[in-house]
């Protein structure tokens, strides 16, 4: 091929640091995911939904050909996080937690992967965030180490 070319679909899903609900005032948050959704795009990721509730958000992304993905979801992170203390002086400790799972999606769990994003709020009203995380990974075939699954 004379250019390159990826189409590599991630779901990637982290917490707030000790999954405090930092992210209660809805309105926020919508601005947040918006803002998560450039700062992806702007990495060379294409956003294509991002969504969660309080204390979680979960990114659905076209992955950059060019940048490393420990290096983008380092930045998106930074980034975002730096934006919410910037916005909001009362978040002053507000962080993201230190790990993220990133998981695969083929071309044909795109539109159920947006979909669960975009039930997130009606999904946590029965289940927890360690829950879903726990499913999520039965789901990829990994087992969890409890041990070193929170932080």
Same mark, same amino acid.
């Given at each position: ?6 189409? !590599? ?7 707030? /640091?000790?999954?405090? &609900?930092? +992210? @209660? %005032?809805?309105?926020?948050? *919508? ?44 930045? !998106? ?7 919410? /203390?910037?916005?909001? &002086?009362? +978040? @002053? %400790?507000?962080?993201?937690? *230190? ?53």
């Amino acid at each position: 091929m004379s250019q390159s070319l990826a189409l !590599l679909y991630v779901h990637l899903v982290f917490s707030t /640091k000790g999954r405090k &609900p930092f +992210l @209660a %005032d809805k309105g926020m948050r *919508a601005e947040l995911w918006s803002v998560i959704g450039g700062i992806a795009n702007h990495l060379g990721s294409q956003s294509l939904i991002v969504g969660g509730t309080e204390d979680h958000v979960h990114i659905l992304a076209r992955q950059s050909k060019t940048v490393a993905p420990a290096d983008w979801i380092r930045d !998106l992170k930074s980034n975002s996080s730096s934006w919410v /203390k910037e916005t909001d &002086p009362r +978040l @002053a %400790d507000f962080a993201w937690q *230190a790990g993220y799972g990133a998981f695969s999606v083929g071309p044909g769990g795109i539109e159920r992967v947006r979909q669960y994003i975009v039930d997130q709020e009606a999904h946590h009203r029965k289940f927890s965030f360690q829950d879903e995380l726990r499913a999520i990974l039965r789901e990829h075939g990994v087992t969890p180490d409890e041990a070193h699954l929170w932080d």
